[in-house]
C-alpha cells in the first residue's frame, strides 16, 4: 500500500492566499487587484479566475512567466487586451478569457501564442473584430466566437489563423460579410454563421476558403456563393435554386403559359357572361364567381413568373427580400383566396346542378337572392381564411413566405410554426369539397342515364356525350386537388416525398382548374360555341366585302386622279364627257371652266352598279397640287360609252396639276379613251 502525500504552499510573498500545489498556481476567487510580481518563473498552471485584474493588466503582467501551459483569466472585468499582453507565452496550450467585458479583439491581441490551442472567449458580448485580431495563433485548431454581440468583422481579421479548422460564428449580429474577411485560414473545414441578421454578402466572400467543406447560414443564398462546399445548411427549398427561382425550364415555361391562360380565358368568361343574357341566371352567375377566383390564381402566377424573370441569374442574392416582402405575402394571399373561392363555388354549382337532376320537382333550385347571399358569404370566408394568416401572430410568422413561390402547402416533413392551419385549409376543406363534387356527379349520372334507358332503349349518342364531359370535370378536379391531399397526408406520416414533386405540384396542379374551368364551363358549351360560330361568320363575311370595297375604291381612285389632273384646265374630250357631275361632292364641268367641289363617296348600291372606271394614265404627272375626294358621275352620253354609266368613285387625298400632255386613260374594259391636250392660251388658271 502506497501513500500519496499532496504538499500545498503558499508561493508568493506579495499575496499569501496563492496556494501552490507543485507547479500549478490558485489565485481563484481572491478579488486581487493584480497579479503578483514574484510568483516563480517555474509554474506552468496559473489559475486568476475570478479576480479584478481590469486595471492593472497590461503588456508586461505576463512578460517573465514564459513556461505557462494553461492560464485562466475569467472573470476578472477584463474591458481590453493590450498588444502584445502575451508575447513571451509561447509555450502556452489554453488561455480562458471567458466572462470578461471584452467588447473589441485589437490588433495583435494574441500576438506571441504560436502554441496555442485553445481559446476560450465565450460571454464577453464582443461587438468588433479588428484587423489581425488573431495574428499569432498559428497553431489553433478550434475557435468560438458563438453567442456575442459581434457585429463588425474587418477584412483579414482572422490572418495568421494558418491551422485552424473550425469557426464558429452563430448567435450574433453580423449584417454584412465583405470580400476578404475569412482569409488566412487555408485549413478551415467547417464555419457555421447561423443566427445572425446577415443582408449583405459579398460574391467572393468564400473564396479564400477553398478547403471548406461544411457551412452553416440561415438562408440559402449563401450557399449559392459557396459552391464547392460538399455540406451546406440550410437545404434549397422545392421551389429555388442558386440562379432562378424557376429553375426548371419547363417548369418556368408552364407558370407562364397557365398564367396567360387563366388571366385571360377567365376573363374571356366574364365579358361573355355579362354581355349575354342567359335564361338561366343562377348558373350564370355562379360561373362568373367561378372565373373571377380562377383570374386571381392566373394573377398569382404571372407575378410569381415576373419575379423570376426579375431575378432571373441573381435570385439567390434577393431570396430573402423576396420572401419576406409585401409582395410575396400578397401573391400567398391570392393564390389561397382564390383557390378556396373556386373550390367553394365549384360545391355550389355541383349542388345547384344536383338538385335539379336529382329532385327537379320536389326541391326548388336556387333563386338568385339566396345566391347571392351564398356567394358572398363564400367571399367573405375565403377572404377570412386567407387573410388570416398575415395578421402579425407568432403562429403564421411569415407564413406566405416558408417557399419561394410563397405557399403554405403542407406537403413536407417539416412541421414549421402554422402547418396544422395549412393542413386545415389545404387538406381537410378542400377533400371535404372534392368528396362532394365527385359522389354528386356520379350520382347525377347514373340517375340521369336511367332515366334515359327507361324513355329509349338504345343508348343516344348525347349520353356518352354526358359521361365524358362529366368525367372531365371530375378527373380535372381530381387531377388538382388529389396530388396535393395525398401529398399532406404523406407528409403528416413522416414520409419524405422527393423535393422536384413539390415544384411541380405548387406551380403546375394547383393552378390547373384556373385554366380548365373556362374551357369546362363556358368555351366548350353550346351557349357560347352558337354565337361564337356566328361572330365568325359575320367577321368573314366583312373581311370579303371589305376587300372588295377597296379593290373598287382603287379603281376609282385612278379614274378620280386622271379627271383630277385635268380639272382646272377642263381637259376631258368634250364629245366623250360633255357634261361631269359630282352625285354628292358637286363636281360639275360647264363649257371651258370646272368647278371641284368636296364630296363624299357614293354608298348606295344603285350607285356602285352605274360606275364605269377609268384606272390607268399613259403618262407620269409633273406637277403636283392639292385635291380633296369625290364622286364623279356622267350624267350625259352614258349610253354611248358604256352600258354602265359612267361614274367614278374618287378617294384620293391629292390632285396633281399638269402642265405635262396626258393623252389617253384606259377603261377596266381596256378601251382606250382619248383625252384632249391643252391648248397654250389655256394654262393660266390657278389650283381649284
Not at 479576480?51 to 512567466?65: G, I, K, M, Y
Not at 487586451?81 to 502575451?86: G, K, R
Not at 349542388?351 to 356567394?375: A, Q, S, Y
Not at 384620293?652 to 382606250?672: K, P
Amino acid at each position: 500500500m502506497s501513500l500519496l502525500f499532496i504538499i500545498v504552499f503558499a508561493c508568493s510573498n506579495v499575496e499569501p492566499r496563492c496556494e501552490c500545489q507543485d507547479i500549478h498556481v490558485n489565485c481563484t476567487n481572491l478579488r486581487l487587484e493584480r497579479v503578483p510580481p514574484d510568483i516563480e518563473e517555474e509554474m506552468t498552471w496559473f489559475h486568476l479566475a475570478g479576480n479584478l485584474l481590469n486595471t492593472t493588466f497590461s503588456e508586461d503582467t505576463f512578460v517573465h512567466l514564459d513556461r505557462l501551459l494553461y492560464l485562466d483569466l475569467q472573470n476578472n472585468s477584463i474591458s481590453n487586451i493590450p498588444p502584445l499582453a502575451f508575447r513571451n507565452l509561447w509555450r502556452l496550450l489554453t488561455l480562458n478569457l471567458q466572462h470578461n467585458y471584452i467588447r473589441t479583439l485589437s490588433n495583435s491581441s494574441f500576438y506571441g501564442l504560436t502554441n496555442l490551442s485553445n481559446l476560450h472567449l465565450q460571454g464577453n458580448g464582443i461587438q468588433t473584430i479588428e484587423a489581425m485580431a488573431f495574428y499569432g495563433l498559428s497553431s489553433l485548431i478550434l475557435l468560438d466566437l458563438s453567442c456575442q454581440n459581434i457585429n463588425n468583422i474587418s477584412e483579414a481579421a482572422f490572418v495568421g489563423l494558418r491551422s485552424l479548422v473550425g469557426l464558429d460564428l452563430s448567435h450574433n449580429k453580423i449584417t454584412y460579410l465583405v470580400d476578404g474577411t475569412f482569409i488566412g485560414m487555408p485549413h478551415l473545414l467547417s464555419l457555421d454563421l447561423s443566427s445572425n441578421t446577415i443582408n449583405v454578402i459579398s460574391s467572393n466572400v468564400f473564396r479564400s476558403v477553398a478547403s471548406l467543406n461544411k457551412l452553416i447560414t440561415d438562408e440559402f443564398r449563401f450557399c449559392c456563393l459557396a459552391r464547392h462546399v460538399e455540406l451546406c445548411l440550410p437545404p434549397p427549398d422545392e421551389f429555388s435554386s442558386c440562379e432562378d427561382l424557376m429553375s426548371n425550364l419547363v417548369l418556368r415555361i408552364c407558370v407562364w403559359v397557365l398564367g396567360v391562360l387563366a388571366t385571360f380565358g377567365n376573363i374571356l368568361v366574364i365579358a361573355w357572361r355579362i354581355r349575354f343574357k342567359h335564361t338561366n341566371q343562377v348558373h350564370s352567375f355562379l360561373i362568373t364567381n367561378l372565373a373571377i377566383g380562377d383570374m386571381f390564381m392566373g394573377s398569382y402566377l404571372l407575378i410569381i413568373a415576373g419575379v423570376d424573370a426579375r431575378y432571373r441569374g441573381v435570385y439567390f442574392i434577393h431570396d430573402s427580400t423576396w420572401r419576406s416582402s409585401e409582395l410575396c405575402h400578397l401573391a400567398g394571399f391570392i393564390s389561397t383566396f382564390s383557390s378556396e373561392l373556386s373550390v367553394f363555388t365549384l360545391t355550389v354549382i355541383t349542388l345547384d346542378r344536383f338538385l335539379v337532376i336529382i329532385f327537379p320537382f320536389r326541391v326548388r333550385r336556387l333563386e338568385m337572392p339566396k345566391t347571392r347571399l351564398l356567394m358572398a358569404l363564400g367571399w367573405l370566408g375565403a377572404a377570412i381564411l386567407s387573410g388570416l394568416p398575415l395578421l402579425r401572430i407568432d403562429y403564421f410568422r411569415n407564413f406566405y413566405g416558408r417557399s419561394g413561390v410563397c405557399l403554405a402547402l403542407h406537403i413536407t416533413p417539416e412541421k414549421p410554426s402554422g402547418w396544422e392551419y395549412s393542413v386545415f385549409v389545404f387538406l381537410f376543406l378542400n377533400l371535404i369539397s372534392f368528396s362532394i363534387i365527385a359522389l354528386g356527379y356520379l350520382w347525377m349520372y347514373v340517375v340521369a342515364r336511367t332515366t334515359q334507358q327507361a324513355v329509349q332503349k338504345e343508348q343516344r349518342p348525347s349520353d356518352n356525350a354526358m359521361a365524358r364531359r362529366m368525367t372531365l370535370i371530375v378527373a380535372t378536379d381530381a387531377a388538382c386537388w388529389m396530388p396535393i391531399i395525398l401529398l399532406g397526408v404523406l407528409s403528416l406520416g413522416g414520409i419524405t416525398v422527393p423535393p422536384q414533386v413539390f415544384a411541380w405540384v405548387a406551380v403546375f396542379v394547383l393552378p390547373l382548374n384556373a385554366a380548365v374551368n373556362p374551357v369546362l364551363y363556358t368555351i366548350s358549351t353550346a351557349p357560347f360555341l352558337g354565337p361564337a360560330r356566328r361572330g365568325l361568320r359575320t367577321f368573314k363575311r366583312s373581311c370579303k366585302l371589305s376587300l372588295t370595297m377597296d379593290q373598287r375604291r382603287t379603281y376609282s381612285s385612278t379614274l378620280g386622279s386622271t379627271y383630277a389632273n385635268n380639272c382646272s384646265r377642263c381637259d376631258l374630250d368634250y364629245n366623250l364627257y360633255p357634261r361631269l357631275e359630282q352625285t354628292n361632292g358637286k363636281l360639275q364641268e360647264d363649257g371651258g371652266s370646272c368647278h371641284c367641289d368636296d364630296g363624299n363617296e357614293i354608298d348606295t348600291e344603285q350607285d356602285i352598279k352605274n360606275e364605269a372606271t377609268l384606272f390607268a394614265l399613259s403618262k407620269r404627272h409633273q406637277k403636283i397640287h392639292r385635291w380633296r375626294s369625290g364622286s364623279y358621275r356622267n350624267t350625259t352620253n352614258v349610253a354611248r360609252y358604256s352600258s354602265s354609266a359612267s361614274a367614278v368613285l374618287w378617294q384620293s387625298s391629292s390632285c396633281r396639276h399638269v402642265n405635262s400632255s396626258i393623252d389617253t386613260a384606259i377603261s377596266t374594259r381596256g378601251e382606250v379613251i382619248p383625252l384632249r391636250r391643252l391648248h397654250s392660251d389655256s394654262r393660266g388658271n390657278g389650283n381649284k
